[in-house]
């Protein structure tokens, strides 16, 4: 199974920006749609931005549009989420996930491997 190691993540001020990036230890990564979720405690796991096997087709959450970018680069086996103008409601675990097919997955069930988590944290 695949591992995903995500990294990145940190305290940004509120406006400010971060990168965050999922690398994978297979280049089988190539082959699917991959996908990015956060988390904060007690509250329920929320689907941020996915995109598909090839890189050219991506749907953002409402919360993110306009905001974060997903992207991809599949010679490094890597996933990236650009967040920009950022918020304190930005603020939490984020995880990067594989799906089980190539295309846009926006549900948690459709995915079959997840990263540990990176940190966020924005301050007002």
């Known amino acids: 199974q695949v591992q995903l190691v995500e990294s990145g993540g940190g305290l940004v001020q509120a406006g400010g920006s971060l990168r965050l990036s999922c690398a994978a230890s297979?280049?089988?990564?190539?082959?699917?749609?991959m996908a990015w979720f956060r988390q904060v405690p007690g509250k329920v796991r929320e689907f941020v931005a996915a995109?598909?096997?090839?890189?050219?087709?991506?749907y953002d959450a409402d919360s993110v549009k306009g905001r974060f970018t997903i992207s991809r680069d599949n010679a490094k086996n890597t996933m990236y989420l650009q967040m920009n103008r950022m918020t304190p409601e930005d603020a939490a675990v984020y995880y990067c996930?594989?799906?089980?097919?190539?295309?846009?997955?926006?549900?948690?069930?459709?995915?079959?491997?997840w990263g540990q988590g990176t940190q966020v944290t924005v301050s007002s």
């Open positions: 297979e280049r089988t990564f190539r082959l699917y749609g």
């Open positions: 996930a594989k799906a089980r097919v190539g295309t846009i997955r926006t549900a948690g069930s459709d995915f079959g491997s």
């Open positions: 995109i598909d096997w090839t890189g050219d087709s991506v």
